[in-house]
């Protein structure tokens, strides 16, 4: 069974500090998704993984994926308040059943 | 505005009865999700559909069912409302080759 596994759950930061998000996945994968949810609205995209060793950064954030440890992180350099959210990264397989599953989220917190 | 559309915005309902939630795809995609959110709660897969067929099915419970129609919007209809099933419910369509998911602004349900 794909279980997602996201950590930290809660992440309280200053601003200006940097910090990992770690998003780890129980199966074969090949693509990985990391959104971003602010308090009652909806999910916006962040970044898509589509390989093993991709890497992908916009502004302070970036993502990437290493699919022989099924693992892949998010790194916010010198946070901002503006970074304060839920991240949510998600997995998907396209091999057999076909299955999308979303971590349990990091909510994020930076404080000024 | 990720072009994924989701009516109506906010429903206000009473336990026992029934609502539908509609949702519109962004123009080309062929599959439509539909997750649950509660409050503090992670998101729960609840169903797929793709093309007009149902593809996935997650926690979905037997008083739920969707369909997605031949102009590709679709429909969650929710019965037999209980206080727990007040939640915010999203849809969202995926990009055809990167399976990339785009989300709609949700539909807040309560249930009184």
């Known amino acids: 069974e794909l279980k997602v596994e996201q950590n930290p759950l809660f992440l309280s930061m200053q601003e200006g500090k940097n910090y990992t998000i770690y998003c780890n996945y129980s199966t074969t994968s090949d693509r990985l998704y990391w959104y971003r949810q602010d308090p009652g609205k909806s999910l916006e995209s962040l970044f898509v993984l589509l390989s093993n060793g991709a890497v992908k950064q916009e502004g302070r954030l970036m993502a990437s994926l290493d699919t022989k440890a099924r693992l892949s992180t998010l790194h916010i350099t010198a946070a901002v308040h503006d970074l304060s959210a839920t991240y949510f990264c998600?997995?998907?397989?396209?091999?057999?059943?076909?299955?999308?599953?979303f971590g349990t989220g990091t909510r994020l917190k930076v404080l000024a | 505005d990720s072009g994924v559309t989701q009516t109506p915005k906010h429903l206000i309902t009473a336990t026992g009865q029934r609502v539908t939630l509609r949702c519109s795809p962004r123009s080309g995609d062929l599959s439509v999700y539909w997750y649950q959110q509660s409050l503090d709660q992670g998101l729960q897969f609840l169903i797929q559909y793709y093309n007009g067929e149902e593809r996935a099915k997650g926690n979905i419970l037997e008083r739920f069912s969707a369909q997605q129609f031949p102009d590709l919007h679709s429909e969650l209809n929710l019965s037999s409302l209980e206080l727990g099933d007040s939640a915010l419910y999203f849809c969202?369509?995926?990009?055809?080759?990167?399976?990339?998911?785009?989300f709609g602004p949700g539909t807040r349900l309560t249930v009184l």
């Open positions: 969202a369509s995926s990009d055809p080759f990167s399976h990339e998911q785009f």
């Open positions: 998600a997995v998907a397989t396209t091999s057999g059943t076909y299955k999308y599953i």
